[in-house]
């Protein structure tokens, strides 16, 4: 297990207060994967917000497995007023979803742009307001 | 004259109370407090043919309205007025939808819950009705007393 760090290839990582920074090593490495400052030109993504890891979440879910992430703000816009209002968002908010499906490793990707598992398209509420992403 | 005095002292005095009590009714649960505020919210639905649903606009603005509570206020007294079926200055095709969808889309810009379900009452399709209003309002309530919800 490790720590998701704060800062992730120069992107700031802030968390919400109930996130127990907790997760796997292979799950830190698909964020490297995906979050970027360069992700989704002209757009620069400086900052995230993880709103929810190995918390809030019980068996089976891949956050009770320490292998799951929530991302629900994107340069401190809430995907759930940005999305799908705000060019900025969307097109950051795609790029990670995009570049998550191109990750070894990837299991869930679930959001506004897609809601996929192991690739496959995947039928699951909610998602409009954050980013799922999970690792096997 | 002494008595006009008194009747005006009286009428005041009675005007008053009424304020009094009145604020004091609004402040108990503090949904119709907050759904005050909402009446001010002017917007509309528009349809996202991608998606297939209707999607509200202006939700930085609802924003600003509800961000005036603190967090764990605010998520109460949306849960509580997510049943005020009077009408908001939001519209979906020409009418105005109840209060109670606009308190509903400010909690779930405030909050949200993974349910086991995919067909989970807390989720709302626009339009709705009063009776899917009360379900949600109903399943939200066991959400936030369990505390099992996600402050986005």
Redesign the interface.
């Given at each position: 297990m490790a720590t998701i760090p704060s800062i992730i290839n120069g992107v700031q990582v802030e968390f919400?207060?109930?996130v127990n920074n907790d997760v796997s090593m292979s799950l830190i490495a698909a964020l490297k994967h995906c979050i970027k400052p360069n992700i989704a030109p002209p757009y620069p993504l400086f900052k995230i917000y993880i709103?929810?890891e190995a918390d809030?979440?019980v068996m089976p879910?891949r956050h009770a497995q320490h292998k799951a992430v929530?991302i629900?703000?994107i340069n401190n816009i809430?995907?759930?007023?940005g999305y799908?209002?705000e060019a900025a968002t969307v097109g950051i908010v795609n790029a990670i979803q995009n570049a998550f499906e191109t990750c070894p490793g990837r299991r869930e990707n679930f959001g506004p742009h897609l809601k996929r598992k192991l690739g496959a398209s995947f039928?699951?509420?909610?998602h409009h307001?954050?980013i799922h992403l999970s690792v096997n | 004259m002494l008595l006009d005095r008194n009747r005006v002292r009286f009428a005041l005095t009675l005007f008053f109370a009424v304020l009094w009590i009145g604020t004091e009714v609004a402040g108990a649960s503090g949904g119709p407090k907050l759904a005050l505020d909402l009446r001010t919210f002017h917007s509309r639905y528009v349809w996202?043919e991608q998606k297939k649903l209707y999607?509200l606009?202006d939700?930085?603005e609802l924003?600003r309205i509800i961000s005036k509570y603190p967090t764990e206020t605010r998520i109460k007294m949306l849960v509580d007025c997510m049943s005020d079926d009077t009408h908001s200055q939001v519209k979906l095709n020409g009418t105005e939808v109840p209060i109670g969808l606009i308190c509903y889309e400010g909690l779930?810009?405030t909050i949200?819950?993974?349910?086991k379900?995919?067909?989970?009452p807390g989720?709302l399709r626009v339009p709705t009705s009063k009776r899917r209003l009360v379900d949600a309002q109903r399943v939200w309530r066991k959400v936030i007393r369990s505390k099992?919800y996600?402050?986005?």
């Open positions: 919400g207060p109930q709103s929810s809030q979440h879910s929530d629900s703000r809430k995907i759930a007023i799908p209002g039928n699951i509420a909610g307001d954050h | 996202n999607e606009r939700r930085q924003e779930t810009q949200y819950y993974e349910p379900t995919i067909r989970w989720y099992s996600i402050v986005l």
